[in-house]
């Protein structure tokens, strides 16, 4: 047994949680303070007279506490900061909104000559300034978070294992999903995309650079010391899977497969789940296309009441987006995570009234 006066270890430290919501509270706090009252000395240029200095120290608690009550209510708090996304920032932006527009109002509606209106009417230059301080810190705080978690992932997997150097063959909806899947398993290095399409050539996706067609492909593997190349392309063809499945043979690399489209429409398999690429995909006809079976799709699904499980994730949330112009009577979200489901249905609601 470990001496109960010993002293804790590096490990043990790293698990202490610094962002429960109390913490998360007094990190707005602190924000929600300071914005205001460099509002008010970049309004003043300096220290500003006592009057309006006494009108700073009135406003302040108050001004705090309904940051933090807005932000509380919209549920703000309940977001994982570790996986800050953009629909967070959209949150975040309209609870803060509230409590400046109210500030507005009362500037521009509360009478000039009326009692307290000095203490009540802030400037408008302070307003402004101080929701732009108070949403730029809120959302570098949690974006300081997100690098730190996932730096902290790629290090402590680096620590014990070397990751697969992967060249993803595909930068479209399929090898995005796939790309981000790949990202949190830690256990693969996206070198980059190839993707047939030459606009996309040279752009960046994901921090992820198409780094060309599949002409250069027997180019790239040896240069960049790839591990294994996977197919992103939900509708193959038989001729691409032929070519880069010699290559792979040709310089000993791992070629994968990303499950159909219509396996993982019908949820069969998720998008992550890669395999070999099986024979008959080789001998076999074609892909068919997506459209060759949307009749039969839309029939299964049309009027139906839909519930789908693990819906907070990017292959769940996907499937939602796909299943609902299918028009069903009813899609219910069902996740472990309560802040991408929340995410999740504030995006569907805004894109499907």
């Known amino acids: 047994m470990r001496n109960p006066e010993e002293k804790p270890s590096r490990l043990s430290l790293r698990k202490i949680d610094l962002y429960t ?9 602190t924000i929600f303070i300071f914005s205001l009252a460099v509002a008010y000395l970049i309004r003043f240029e300096a220290v500003p007279p006592w009057p309006v200095t006494k009108q700073f120290l009135i406003w302040l608690p108050y001004f705090v506490a309904a ?36 500030l507005l109002l009362l500037r ?22 101080e929701y732009m301080l108070s949403l730029i810190c809120s959302l570098g705080a949690r974006a300081l978070r997100r690098v730190l978690y996932q730096h902290g992932l790629r ?22 999903l796939l790309a981000r899947e790949l990202k949190n398993q830690q256990n693969a290095e996206i070198v980059g995309f190839i993707d ?13 650079k198409v780094l060309g067609s599949g002409k ?12 294994e190349i996977i197919i992103s392309i939900a509708t193959a063809s038989r001729k691409t899977l032929s070519e880069i499945a010699a290559t792979c043979q040709k310089f000993a690399v791992a070629a ?31 892909s068919i296309e997506i459209t060759q079976f949307d009749s039969e799709v839309r029939q299964r699904y049309a009027g139906r009441r839909i519930l789908v499980t693990g819906a907070g ?41």
């Open 196 to 208: 047939d399409d030459p606009k996309k050539v040279g752009t960046v996706i994901l921090g992820i």
């Open 108 to 129: 521009l509606l509360y009478p000039g000559r009326a009692i307290f209106a000095m203490w009540v009417r802030l400037p408008i230059s302070v307003i402004i300034v």
């Open 67 to 102: 940051r933090l009550w807005v932000n509380w209510k919209s549920g703000i708090y309940r977001f994982i900061w570790r996986y800050v996304s953009l629909p967070d920032a959209l949150a975040i932006a309209r609870s803060l909104s509230v409590v400046s527009i109210i």
């Open 155 to 176: 290090t402590g997997f680096a620590a014990s294992s070397k990751p697969k150097r992967v060249l993803l063959y595909g930068a479209g909806r399929a090898g995005i």
């Open 256 to 286: 994968k497969i990303i499950p159909s489209l219509q396996e993982i429409f019908e949820g069969h398999v998720p998008i992550g789940q890669v395999r070999d690429i099986r024979i008959e995909e080789l001998l076999g006809r074609d």
């Open 216 to 227: 250069d492909l027997t180019q790239f593997v040896p240069d960049l010391a790839i591990d």
């Open 21 to 29: 919501r109390t913490n998360q509270l007094i990190i707005d706090g």
């Open 313 to 353: 994730g990017s292959i769940g949330s996907e499937v939602v987006r796909q299943v609902l112009p299918l028009e069903p009577d009813s899609v219910a979200l069902l996740d472990k995570d309560e802040n991408s489901v929340y995410e999740l249905e504030q995006e569907l609601r805004f894109r499907f009234p």
